[in-house]
């Protein structure tokens, strides 16, 4: 077998992926408004994707022609463009499906030529008192490097103003930024529709309003187009520059970066296709793509519900974890047991409680964090100036690397150090992705020490619709260990040790060789063995060609990837023990969760790492053992049940055709809805167990 059929191109795995997201779009069980969300979501994907991996594709054919090495590259850019078109035909296709299910719905989103007569003067209104104001061309002449311009987070508006036979061009930028991108439209007498338009059209409604005046013309045109960036960027390396200084000059190079695709409204005139082409410099290796009326679809991931509340998931109360609850403060109810919490599901209020009581509690000594993304108005922060206030020792170690928060972690890092927190920025090319904080507290004459290891990061935004998991944790062997990482960040040259803690880039990979190793030797000896894998992105060859090995040697396998799988299932010989499936529904799964068998006596990791090369020897990343018993098993149970999902599972396989998986006799299984009543269970029991045991003391 040719070595590349053992693997899946990354980028292509990750089109797969997004292409899963496009499903939830399609199914029509789905709710209808998150429907249109899910188009925002595919969108806000596609956006990412060309300034991240079509960028990087982009970069290796410049780099290749530069040493004169192989067109596989290209050959992998052809694929890209290929899948890329498929998927934007069906996007297409299906916004206006559920423009007419909206439609049937009563909710319409309608164009500046679908308007009566009495929406149009609202409109003119609404565009001079709201609009106006956040509205100026960009006219393209010689003396104007659009490059310098435009932005790539935003639509433009590309006018053509005719005169004659000449014709000049303009652009307007789409003020998303300063205001709602869909607009309600007052009620008509006597109908109750709900009417709603977007900001384009709007302005298209109106462009004349905008040019009269200023302009002598017959005619004005308007087409949408967008553009998007390479994402990347490279750091000076002068020894005088300050990472934050570094930073800063990096965002201001990806602001002028190169483009790598430019969208264009289909009915675009040749020539000023050609003159935008020209001015964005964009090169034969850009995908250059006709499209509908409207860029910037990812706005559409907080598209209103104007209609019924069955149009939208019910929200999910979110559960209150019992032993936090019942405890006079957070650290008694660590001190009593290990606790696992998994958002969701779990209120992320525990935690921001935890830093809140931290930030005052007289017997502790110090705080150390580190955020990598962090909410708008992070509580977390607040808590971290709120203890920096009261005297406490407090580190905050803030990634600046951080893909599209740099910019916020920068003032964040600003706002931090005007309050006396000391702040760590680490050292460029090593990202620092783990999600820990240690609270040190004086009780008595000893010093005691209570960690969070998560597999997501503190930011109460994220934790509403991410589902990560949070171990909170005052034994010393993990507490010392954490302690220990701290250290390592603030000096990553000095030797270190961890037995307890799988820690990036120093063990990562020699442990998960270990435990794979192990499970080979127990199938050897026919003992128990088996792995379950739970993470975002498997991509990294030798830890699949690890995975391959233990299939060969007769270890059960089950992945559960929700996005890029470079592993294939099923090769003859090569992956036959080795299942994969990926579950998208409400919320983005995000855990990264393995579990070793272990002869009879498995081992159960939490981590912030994806099992990808950089996650594994260029990041800072911890995984961590659950040693709770209780624990162990609820995450296993959370594992089997995802396992089992009959609804919302896709079958991973070499084709990426993306089959939902088969349900056969079996019963619906939404492991997202199973995982909630799961664990709502699973704290009750608790409180009645609890409730039992004080009757009984009572009674004696």
Same mark, same amino acid.
């Given at each position: 077998?040719?070595?590349?059929?053992?693997?899946?191109?990354?980028?292509?795995?990750?089109?797969?992926?997004?292409?899963?997201?496009?499903?939830?779009?399609?199914?029509?069980?789905?709710?209808?408004?998150?429907?249109?969300?899910?188009?925002?979501?595919?969108?806000?994907?596609?956006?990412?994707?060309?300034?991240?991996?079509?960028?990087?594709?982009?970069?290796?054919?410049?780099?290749?022609?530069?040493?004169?090495?192989?067109?596989?590259?290209?050959?992998?850019?052809?694929?890209?463009?290929?899948?890329?078109?498929?998927?934007?035909?069906?996007?297409?296709?299906?916004?206006?499906?559920?423009?007419?299910?909206?439609?049937?719905?009563?909710?319409?989103?309608?164009?500046?030529?679908?308007?009566?007569?009495?929406?149009?003067?609202?409109?003119?209104?609404?565009?001079?008192?709201?609009?106006?104001?956040?509205?100026?061309?960009?006219?393209?002449?010689?003396?104007?490097?659009?490059?310098?311009?435009?932005?790539?987070?935003?639509?433009?508006?590309?006018?053509?103003?005719?005169?004659?036979?000449?014709?000049?061009?303009?652009?307007?930028?789409?003020?998303?930024?300063?205001?709602?991108?869909?607009?309600?439209?007052?009620?008509?007498?006597?109908?109750?529709?709900?009417?709603?338009?977007?900001?384009?059209?709007?302005?298209?409604?109106?462009?004349?309003?905008?040019?009269?005046?200023?302009?002598?013309?017959?005619?004005?045109?308007?087409?949408?187009?967008?553009?998007?960036?390479?994402?990347?960027?490279?750091?000076?390396?002068?020894?005088?520059?300050?990472?934050?200084?570094?930073?800063?000059?990096?965002?201001?190079?990806?602001?002028?970066?190169?483009?790598?695709?430019?969208?264009?409204?289909?009915?675009?005139?040749?020539?000023?296709?050609?003159?935008?082409?020209?001015?964005?410099?964009?090169?034969?290796?850009?995908?250059?793509?006709?499209?509908?009326?409207?860029?910037?679809?990812?706005?559409?991931?907080?598209?209103?519900?104007?209609?019924?509340?069955?149009?939208?998931?019910?929200?999910?109360?979110?559960?209150?974890?019992?032993?936090?609850?019942?405890?006079?403060?957070?650290?008694?109810?660590?001190?009593?047991?290990? &606790?696992?919490?998994?958002?969701?599901?779990? /209120?992320?209020?525990?935690?921001? *409680? #935890? !830093? =809140?009581? %931290?930030?005052?509690?007289?017997?502790?000594?110090?705080?150390?964090?580190?955020?990598?993304?962090?909410?708008?108005?992070?509580?977390?922060?607040?808590?971290?100036?709120?203890?920096?206030?009261?005297?406490?020792?407090?580190?905050?170690?803030?990634?600046?690397?951080?893909?599209?928060?740099?910019?916020?972690?920068?003032?964040?890092?600003?706002?931090?150090?005007?309050?006396?927190?000391?702040?760590?920025?680490?050292?460029?090319?090593?990202? &620092?992705?783990?999600?820990?904080?240690?609270? /040190?507290?004086?009780?008595?004459? *000893? #010093? !005691? =020490?209570? %960690?969070?290891?998560?597999?997501?990061?503190?930011?109460?935004?994220?934790?509403?619709?991410?589902?990560?998991?949070?171990?909170?944790?005052?034994?010393?062997?993990?507490?010392?260990?954490?302690?220990?990482?701290?250290?390592?960040?603030?000096?990553?040259?000095?030797?270190?040790?961890?037995?307890?803690?799988?820690?990036?880039?120093?063990?990562?990979?020699?442990?998960?060789?270990?435990?794979?190793?192990?499970?080979?030797?127990?199938?050897?000896?026919?003992?128990?063995?088996?792995?379950?894998?739970?993470?975002?992105?498997?991509?990294?060859?030798?830890?699949?060609?690890?995975?391959?090995?233990?299939?060969?040697?007769?270890?059960?396998?089950?992945?559960?990837?929700?996005?890029?799988?470079?592993?294939?299932?099923?090769?003859?010989?090569?992956?036959?023990?080795?299942?994969?499936?990926?579950?998208?529904?409400?919320?983005?799964?995000?855990?990264?969760?393995?579990?070793?068998?272990?002869?009879?006596?498995?081992?159960?990791?939490?981590?912030?790492?994806?099992?990808?090369?950089?996650?594994?020897?260029?990041?800072?990343?911890?995984?961590?053992?659950?040693?709770?018993?209780?624990?162990?098993?609820?995450?296993?149970?959370?594992?089997?049940?995802?396992?089992?999902?009959?609804?919302?599972?896709?079958?991973?396989?070499?084709?990426?055709?993306?089959?939902?998986?088969?349900?056969?006799?079996?019963?619906?299984?939404?492991?997202?809805?199973?995982?909630?009543?799961?664990?709502?269970?699973?704290?009750?029991?608790?409180?009645?167990?609890?409730?039992?045991?004080?009757?009984?003391?009572?009674?004696?």
């Amino acid at each position: 077998m040719n070595t590349n059929d053992l693997y899946i191109e990354k980028e292509l795995s990750w089109l797969s992926f997004n292409e899963r997201v496009l499903q939830e779009a399609a199914d029509k069980s789905v709710p209808l408004i998150e429907r249109v969300r899910f188009l925002g979501i595919f969108s806000s994907n596609t956006d990412e994707f060309y300034k991240v991996r079509f960028a990087d594709v982009k970069r290796q054919i410049l780099i290749n022609e530069e040493q004169g090495g192989g067109d596989q590259a290209k050959q992998l850019l052809s694929k890209i463009q290929s899948r890329v078109l498929k998927l934007n035909q069906d996007f297409d296709t299906l916004y206006n499906e559920i423009l007419l299910e909206m439609a049937r719905r009563h909710i319409f989103l309608v164009n500046e030529l679908q308007l009566e007569d009495s929406q149009k003067a609202w409109l003119k209104h609404y565009f001079q008192q709201t609009i106006l104001p956040h509205v100026t061309p960009i006219l393209l002449t010689d003396d104007v490097d659009i490059l310098q311009v435009l932005k790539d987070e935003y639509s433009y508006l590309a006018v053509a103003i005719n005169r004659g036979d000449e014709t000049h061009y303009a652009l307007i930028e789409i003020p998303t930024d300063q205001l709602p991108r869909f607009v309600q439209l007052p009620k008509t007498k006597g109908k109750r529709h709900k009417t709603l338009i977007l900001l384009d059209n709007i302005i298209r409604l109106c462009i004349d309003d905008l040019f009269n005046g200023f302009f002598e013309y017959d005619a004005l045109a308007v087409y949408a187009m967008k553009m998007t960036r390479d994402a990347e960027y490279d750091l000076s390396q002068e020894v005088e520059h300050s990472l934050l200084e570094q930073m800063s000059e990096g965002l201001n190079q990806r602001l002028t970066a190169m483009p790598v695709r430019f969208v264009y409204q289909r009915d675009m005139p040749g020539e000023m296709i050609n003159v935008l082409c020209d001015k964005l410099k964009v090169s034969s290796y850009d995908s250059v793509i006709p499209g509908g009326r409207y860029h910037n679809f990812k706005d559409f991931i907080g598209f209103p519900n104007v209609g019924r509340s069955y149009l939208e998931n019910k929200e999910l109360t979110p559960i209150e974890s019992y032993h936090f609850k019942s405890a006079r403060n957070a650290f008694d109810a660590i001190k009593a047991q290990d &606790i696992l919490l998994y958002y969701p599901y779990h /209120t992320f209020n525990h935690m921001t *409680e #935890l !830093v =809140r009581q %931290a930030s005052y509690d007289p017997k502790v000594r110090s705080i150390k964090i580190n955020i990598y993304r962090v909410a708008k108005n992070s509580r977390i922060i607040d808590s971290m100036i709120d203890a920096a206030n009261n005297g406490k020792n407090v580190t905050v170690v803030v990634e600046l690397q951080a893909r599209f928060d740099e910019e916020a972690n920068i003032e964040w890092a600003r706002r931090l150090t005007e309050a006396g927190v000391n702040v760590i920025f680490g050292v460029p090319g090593l990202k &620092i992705h783990s999600k820990l904080c240690l609270i /040190t507290r004086k009780e008595g004459n *000893e #010093l !005691v =020490r209570y %960690a969070h290891l998560g597999t997501g990061n503190f930011n109460e935004k994220t934790a509403r619709i991410y589902t990560d998991f949070s171990l909170l944790t005052c034994d010393k062997s993990i507490t010392d260990e954490v302690k220990q990482v701290f250290g390592y960040i603030a000096n990553p040259y000095r030797p270190v040790n961890f037995e307890q803690l799988i820690v990036s880039p120093r063990n990562s990979r020699s442990r998960l060789y270990e435990l794979i190793d192990r499970e080979i030797a127990h199938a050897k000896q026919n003992l128990p063995s088996g792995i379950t894998l739970k993470v975002n992105n498997l991509v990294d060859r030798g830890l699949i060609n690890m995975l391959y090995q233990a299939s060969n040697n007769g270890v059960k396998i089950k992945l559960i990837i929700r996005g890029m799988c470079s592993l294939v299932p099923g090769i003859k010989g090569i992956s036959d023990n080795i299942t994969a499936i990926s579950i998208i529904d409400r919320f983005l799964e995000h855990p990264r969760v393995a579990v070793f068998e272990n002869n009879g006596d498995p081992d159960v990791y939490i981590s912030s790492a994806d099992w990808m090369s950089r996650n594994i020897d260029n990041r800072i990343e911890v995984g961590c053992p659950i040693k709770s018993p209780t624990l162990k098993q609820r995450i296993i149970d959370i594992l089997n049940i995802q396992l089992c999902d009959t609804v919302k599972a896709r079958v991973i396989d070499e084709g990426m055709h993306n089959h939902y998986v088969p349900r056969g006799n079996r019963r619906k299984i939404r492991s997202q809805t199973a995982i909630y009543d799961y664990l709502k269970h699973s704290e009750k029991r608790l409180k009645k167990h609890a409730e039992r045991a004080e009757r009984h003391d009572d009674r004696n």
